[in-house]
């Protein structure tokens, strides 16, 4: 079966569901998914615990998993400084390894100076690209940029539930974009780089699109209700359409290959923003010092169940700030940008990011992360035993240990109770609009020695069981409630990939684990088997 000249065209799905995908499909809007599909053999991928990781576009440009790669966020931690940022891309991709002709569009995590075999063009408009937009050759990307312009769209990271006319725009930009990203891959594949063996676009609109948008679809949403929740259902079948016409269109326009469509895990509803950035830290602080930082108005508290409701004109970020008793002139310190009206503080955090790639780390992109609340907390993280990380996923806690901390103040023999105590903590909490507990689960790094514990790691990884404004605690009392920010998280079961080749069989195969794609892709393009990668074949022996 894998006969070598074979050539592969891979989608990348990025942050589809394929739940709700198949709803769509069944109902007519997604014709070329569905037509892919009919002739596909398909697989449920199972992301597992690396799934909230955040670096799903890593482990498919390294093939590594986080145990293999030594890596297990996005967010790094310096012990020493107490300092945390957001870290990009740090591998090379698997694909150097062989002998194939490659070419990438917008590919999250590839960085094409570690690449240097690699053609084509990233950091265009990528969801969480982990690189400073590049290309190979240099020229490409001017090229590029003269026919296609800068990505067009501003709603990347979008928070517009609050408005229903802000909701219309974020469905209506990220469809544009997608048109455009349509064109522009098929220019590359068929037009500007069209002898590539191997040839890996990657699409992220329908991943802003869910994390803004999922109220809309989502009957058990707490904000299914709202206004603005009839423009997110209609904004996010219109970005799942322009991403179908992408499909149908790179499908055409490579009849000769292996046609791969994949995404590496599903989404739903977030569990984690408000838990994590805001209510997390708030809770360890006041375990610490026996009173609060966040203060939120009285007109919030007096229903701890309820979601607060912000205007129309407001947004997320800049009502955060009002939430912290701090001097302007510290915020402004920190380059929070969240005082500017949505369209503008979108744009201050590109213009940051680009600005922070320009001084890469041992070539790894850097992120600054103030705008994030939990940072609000970090001044007093050196005199607390536990305090909450940055986290865009699962809430994460690092125990302020002495000898690995600059200023530790756990003793190492007491490591262990003090973990105890702080699970015990977190799961004594329970969410006031359900009345269940807050906590799912709560795991435990791989390091058995904490004295080892990673940059990207951390002592506790808590798992949220569910939507949550608010967190009661029977001794620390109503922490919150704060306003949802994202309504769409990562949060679904499985992932899903689908292989059309004429030689293979059409049907479903069950799940298997996400990081069998990159062994299948090698496969495919007729490789030996990868040294060194996670997950095994997902097709069998020819």
Known sequence: ????????????????????????????????????????????????????????WEHVASGLSPEAGGRWAAVEFDPTTYHAWQEGARFVPWWEAIDRRVVV??????????????RGIVGWGAHDPGTAPASRPRVLLREFLGRFGRY??????????????????????????????????????????????????VAGEVHGAIEGLW????????????????????????????????????????????????????????????????????????????????????TWTASPGQPPILAEDENWGASSLTWFPRPVREVLRHGLHSFVSQRRRLAAVAKAGRAAVQSWRSHTATLDLHWQPVLRYRAHWPRMRAFALPSFYDGR??????????????????????????????RECRNPRTGEPAVQSIDRPSTRDPRALGGSESDLIVVWRDVATALLHPRLGLIGPVPLRRTGGHTGPHGMIYIAAPDLEA?????????????TLAHLLGCQPLAGASGTLLLGAP
């Open 1 to 56: 079966m894998s006969e070598a000249g074979r050539r592969v065209l891979v989608i990348g799905l990025d942050g589809l569901d394929v739940t709700f995908a198949e709803r769509l499909m069944a109902s007519g809007d997604m014709p070329a998914l569905a037509a892919l599909r009919q002739r596909a053999v398909r697989f449920r991928l199972d992301h597992g615990a690396a799934q909230r990781t955040g670096l799903a």
């Open 152 to 201: 067009p769209s501003a709603w990347t990271y979008g928070v517009p539930w609050p408005s229903t006319s802000r909701t219309r725009e974020m469905g209506e930009a990220l469809s544009r974009a997608l048109d455009t990203r349509t064109h522009a891959a098929r220019w590359l594949a068929t037009e500007r780089l069209p002898d590539w063996d191997l040839f890996v676009a």
């Open 105 to 118: 569009f917008d590919t999250p995590y590839v960085d094409l100076r570690r690449a240097p075999a690699t």
């Open 397 to 426: 806690i690092r125990i302020n240990l002495r000898g690995r901390e600059r200023h530790g103040v756990v003793d190492p023999s007491r490591y262990e109770d003090t973990c105890r105590a702080i699970e015990r903590l977190v």
């Open 507 to 519: 049907g479903d195969r069950g799940v298997r684990s996400s990081f069998d794609v990159v062994p």
């Open 215 to 298: 109220h809309g679809v989502d009957p058990r949403h707490i904000l299914h209700g709202h206004a603005s929740a009839a423009a997110a259902a209609q904004a996010l079948r219109d970005v799942h359409r322009a991403q179908d016409r992408m499909i149908g269109e790179l499908a055409r326009s490579a009849s000769d290959a292996a046609i791969v469509a994949f995404t590496m895990g599903g989404m739903g509803a977030n569990h984690s923003d408000v838990q994590s950035m805001v209510l997390l830290p708030e809770l360890l602080y006041r375990d610490a010092f026996g009173q609060s930082l966040l203060s939120v108005p009285r």
